[in-house]
């Protein structure tokens, strides 16, 4: 099967000193090993497979050879700033895969998904550095070229997908690395706030916007109208009394 080629952006354009690894646990880990030691400068890691790949709330996520696994570790000046990071990196998937002439949905708050399936998750953590520097550290997983038979598990068949699977050709996985990686850092460094544009676009791909949605909220199972993503990353909910209700991403575990 031929691989599908593109133009790949430089790493001097990017300005940011990269870190390839064949096999790691997780690279956010390895990340945040690197900054504990001292690593000051802003910097990506890249694994072209994770044995202990992480998702949201612990959760475990499947990561071996065929996918893009890496980690953005940038400085914020302010830890609000890090929940932008983790929206402005899911919409730098999206935007990639639609060069590359794929269409995909955002799923509040870190999910992108071809229709129902999910292709790419992006995880957000922060750590103080040298002096005490934040850093934010966003994980960013894609499946790329990875087959059906990887997701034997009935219930991952039913919920995941790769841009194999969906269509039919094999990418490079460096290649979308750097897509992605270029587009995030370029929206962060313009500004570390969302911008309206950036909601605007999010909300215009944003999965179940307009459709009635569950959501569980500290333990408690919440319904209604997806009425989409506010100023600074909110879910807005509107019940059956047409009351409308917003909620943090830190406080919801699962958005359906």
């Not at 940038?74 to 998937?93: E, G, T």
């Not at 997983?141 to 990887?150: A, L, P």
């Not at 909601?199 to 569950?214: F, H, P």
């Amino acid at each position: 099967m031929e691989e599908k080629q593109r133009t790949k952006p430089s790493i001097n354009r990017i300005n940011k000193r990269f870190v390839i690894l064949n096999t790691v646990d997780s690279t956010n880990e390895y990340a945040k090993k690197l900054i504990s030691s001292g690593k000051s400068e802003d910097f990506i890691v890249f694994a072209f497979e994770q044995t202990s790949g992480k998702g949201r709330h612990g959760s475990v996520w499947l990561s071996p050879h065929g996918g893009a696994w890496f980690s953005l570790v940038l400085q914020i000046s302010d830890i609000k700033f890090a929940s932008a990071l983790l929206f402005k990196s899911a919409l730098a998937v999206s935007d990639a895969l639609s060069l590359a002439g794929v269409k995909t949905n955002i799923r509040w708050p870190n999910d992108v998904l071809i229709g129902d399936r999910k292709v790419s998750g992006c995880l957000l953590e922060s750590i103080k550095g040298v002096n005490d520097r934040l850093r934010a550290v966003v994980g960013i997983g894609i499946n790329v070229n990875i087959g059906e038979e990887v997701f034997r598990d009935a219930i991952l068949q039913e919920s995941t997908t790769s841009l194999l699977i969906e269509t039919g050709e094999q990418y490079d996985v460096l290649d979308l690395m750097y897509a992605v990686a270029s587009l995030a850092i370029d929206y962060f460094e313009k500004s570390p706030q969302l911008s309206l544009d950036e909601i605007d676009r999010i909300n215009s791909v944003l999965y179940k916007r307009g459709e009635r949605v569950k959501l569980i909220v500290g333990g408690s199972e919440v319904s209604g109208l997806c009425a989409g993503m506010s100023v600074g990353g909110m879910m807005e909910i509107v019940d059956n009394d047409n009351h409308k209700s917003s909620y943090n991403h830190n406080e919801v575990t699962m958005f359906r």
